[in-house]
């Protein structure tokens, strides 16, 4: 069974479907990328798996239960992190306050202490500017500090919502080798993305969404290759 079940899950805004019927899944190992244009539906399909957004239908599973009802909190305890669009730091504290935000659910001082050890080894900047305000970070700087943050709730499986959007091609660079190195270290991914160029280095399936809907759905490796024909489903940069 796959760590996460996503089945005919539908979001609505009032009048305004954002989501129809999607369903897919991400195994433990992979890392699924969801693409599409501005507003085809990819931020809130994964702000309503994590209780962000309105379900109007569907089922989510997660590791074997059940999650479609559940709030936010409990869903990211039961190992579901959502590095957000924007990557929303919290630009007046330290990039330490920063990341124990994101350990907030964890009242265990010595395995919290250890967890902050792990994300400092694993991005030394964020090490050297532990007491930095976080909003004087690069932008490249900053979605390292999302990733550390998002990391703190040791997560079985990381929801990424267009990690490259607005950085510079060499901080796009370290983003992908972050996003590499985490699925590496035995954590799912699911991204959204509107960098195809990233999603075909990165991939191991990818979803193509439309206006809501999914149009074309790859898991035969094609986008690793870079032979998909997903270019032409997405602005490329
Ligand atoms: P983007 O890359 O711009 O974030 P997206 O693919 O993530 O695009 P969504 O942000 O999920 O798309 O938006 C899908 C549709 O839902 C759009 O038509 C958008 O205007 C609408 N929408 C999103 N959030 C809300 C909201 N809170 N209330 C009403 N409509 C919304």
Redesign the pocket.
Known sequence: MPLLEIANVS?R??A?T??RDFSGSVGDGDVVVVL??????????L?SIVGL?PKAGGRVTFDGRDITRWRTNRISRAGIALVP?GRRIFSPLSVQDNLLIGGYGNTNRSEKARLLGDIYDRFPVLAERRHRQAGLLSGGEQQMLAFGRALMSSPRLMMM??PSMGLAPVAVDTVMSTVQSIAASGIAVLM?E?NAAMAQELATSAIV?ER?EIIEVDSTGRIKAGVGSLSGFVDLP
Do not use: I, P, T, W
């Open positions: 979001v805004y009032g305004v954002a989501v599409g244009a501005n507003g085809a539906g990819k931020s809130s399909l702000r957004a669009e919502d267009e959204v509107q969404m809501g």
